[in-house]
């Protein structure tokens, strides 16, 4: 069984920074490409970020391009989100996603976590 | 990037009812569409992909269809474990993106 666990949310001021990682189990981390998909409050789905199976390849929303850093260790089943330059438009749930192909450029998502909640506020 | 428009934003039905949901990609997206159920405090769940393509599990009262811009969902006869929102995404092309969500409320 596919289980994907989040951590590392919180409350972070403006401006700062916060590191995401989500633990998987149940598959092998490097067949699959990896995303981050974030929820606003009350609001719809928003993808983020994404990271093929190998991590040697990365995509980011232009929202986030250039604070936010994708990557992960498949030696610990370890995906993770560096973020900087935290904005109060960045608070949301992050979610982990697992993809269903090695690529991360395209897929659906066949698997979530339980998500980490990120608030950014002064 | 395409833009995913779904409708309705919302919508009232009683179990039994049948209900459709439709998504409207900005542009062709050669049936590379996924939909999602996703109940309140829980993360989003697969229920199709390319389409029409059942995930292993959901009933077979979620059907999908489509091509080109336009598709839909829908649930043959509604239970009460459906009442939920609903959200397409496309994966034609990255960005990934969703549609705004379609949430589906007890009448």
């Known amino acids: 069984e596919v289980q994907l666990l989040e951590s590392g949310g919180g409350l972070v001021q403006p401006g700062g920074s916060l590191r995401l990682s989500c633990a998987a189990s149940?598959?092998?981390?490097?067949?699959?490409?990896m995303s981050w998909v974030r929820q606003p409050p009350g609001k719809g789905l928003q993808w983020v970020s994404a990271?093929?199976?190998?991590?040697?390849?990365?995509y980011y929303a232009d929202s986030v391009k250039g604070r936010f850093t994708i990557s992960r260790d498949n030696s610990k089943n370890t995906l993770y989100l560096q973020m900087n330059s935290l904005r109060p438009d960045d608070t949301a749930i992050y979610y982990c996603?697992?993809?269903?192909?090695?690529?991360?450029?395209?897929?659906?998502?066949?698997?979530w976590g339980q998500g980490t909640l990120v608030t950014v506020s002064s | 990037d395409i833009q995913m428009t779904q409708s309705p934003s919302s919508l009232s039905a009683s179990g039994g009812d049948r209900v459709t949901i439709t998504c409207r990609a900005s542009?062709?997206?050669?049936?590379?569409l996924a939909w999602y159920q996703q109940k309140p405090g829980k993360a989003p769940n697969l229920l199709l992909y390319?389409?029409?393509r059942l995930e292993s599990g959901v009933p077979s009262r979620f059907r999908g269809s489509g091509s080109g811009t336009d598709y839909t969902l829908t649930i043959s006869s509604l239970q009460p474990e459906d009442f939920a929102t609903y959200y397409c995404?496309?994966?034609?092309?990255?960005?990934?993106?969703f549609g705004q969500g379609t949430k589906v409320e007890i009448k």
């Open positions: 996603a697992k993809g269903t192909v090695t690529a991360a450029g395209t897929g659906y998502f066949d698997s």
């Open positions: 149940g598959f092998t981390s490097n067949n699959y490409a």
């Open positions: 990271i093929s199976g190998s991590g040697g390849s990365t």
């Open positions: 542009q062709g997206i050669d049936n590379f």
């Open positions: 390319e389409t029409s």
């Open positions: 995404q496309q994966y034609y092309t990255t960005p990934r993106t």
